[in-house]
């Protein structure tokens, strides 16, 4: 099955883990989706923790605004436009050291939610 949003039909809640994260959920196991898409906006001086998903890849395409990415056990940044591709079981996280919201695009397989 397809799916597809309008702009304006994409809606965004609290983060069930990350207070300053916004969600769009996208796509999903709900779905039947092999894949979990969802858009996350984060508020500026706010870190998604370094973590691992033990059986999921994250994919990470910056939409806008820019901050770190953590890979390859350091720090890196990110910025519009960058791709980040985390394999299973691989320590990474993000955070937003800007004066402005940073919105990533998340792909995960199989998916998270």
Known sequence: MAIFYERDGI???DHPL???VKIAKLAGSNDGSPIGSS????ERG???PV???EKSID???CLNGSGEVFIDGSWRPLSEGDYCFVPPAEEHGVRNISEQQLELFIVHCPPLF
């Open 51 to 53: 973590h691992t998903h």
């Open 18 to 20: 990350f207070k300053g």
């Open 11 to 13: 809606t965004f809640s």
């Open 46 to 48: 706010i870190e998604i």
């Open 39 to 42: 858009i996350l906006r984060i």
């Open 59 to 61: 994919s990470i395409y």
